[in-house]
């Protein structure tokens, strides 16, 4: 790993309360206010609210659905936190766009993945409108998720490289040997085939200079 991404993972594992000081403090910007989704966008028909202070994704047509940044970023070290309440497929878009909507199955997009979901790979890398699975998570890694509590993930895109944590579980550390996404939205995602609930707080990102 490399050591701006060491530094950085070590201001990630601090508790929570000094780690939401952390976050006011060390270059951490929110990118949820907890209160209404301000600096996001709705793709899709599927249900995104404010719940608790928590975003609540829902799938109510079966559809995907995305909640996307109003801003794009490039490379970053992104922290927050989810909660599984049903089995089902999401997960967090980094450097990605909305490429156009089906009939059939709701919005396109394409970018990396960083897969949530309590059954499997969560921390994983995929590339959608791509390679699909680049990189899968160890074997430590697959059983660090916490299926129907709030979980910790951090990820760090610099350059061709990657990291995920969860629940201070190292799952991916990866270059892309063939990189085709720099920059683009950060997404939470609704899978299509319905039945997902899922919440996600706490979210900060600190943007790394070049």
């Known amino acids: 790993m490399r050591p701006l991404l060491v530094i950085l993972f070590g201001f990630l594992l601090l508790p929570a309360p000094c780690l939401a000081r952390a976050s006011g403090e060390q270059g951490w910007t929110p990118l949820f206010n907890g209160k209404d989704l ?4 709705k793709n899709g028909a599927e249900k995104w609210v404010v719940d608790d202070g928590a975003i609540l994704g829902e799938s109510t047509v079966g559809k995907y659905g995305y909640l996307t940044t109003e801003k794009t970023y ?16 999401s997960g967090v ?11 059939a199955t709701g919005p396109d997009i394409e970018g990396m993945q960083v897969e949530i979901d309590p059954t ?5 890398l995929y590339e959608s409108g791509g390679r699909g699975w ?4 160890t074997a430590d890694g697959e059983r660090a998720i916490k299926s129907r509590d709030w979980n910790e993930l951090e990820i760090a895109a610099e350059g061709r490289h990657y990291v995920t944590r969860l629940n201070s579980v190292q799952i991916v550390d990866w270059d892309d040997p063939a990189p085709r996404f ?17 919440r996600f707080k706490d979210i900060y990102i600190m943007e790394l200079s070049k």
Request: aromatic share 8%; hydrophobic share 30%.
């Open 182 to 198: 720099t920059s683009g939205v950060i997404g939470l995602q609704l899978h299509t085939g319905g039945g997902v609930k899922i």
């Open 120 to 124: 499997r790979h969560t921390g994983g």
């Open 38 to 41: 301000s600096g996001w966008v």
């Open 93 to 103: 878009f980094l450097r990605s766009r909305i490429t156009g909507e089906s009939p």
């Open 134 to 137: 680049v990189q899968l998570p």
């Open 74 to 89: 490039s490379d970053f070290v992104l922290r927050l936190r989810f909660k599984c309440d049903t089995d089902g497929n």
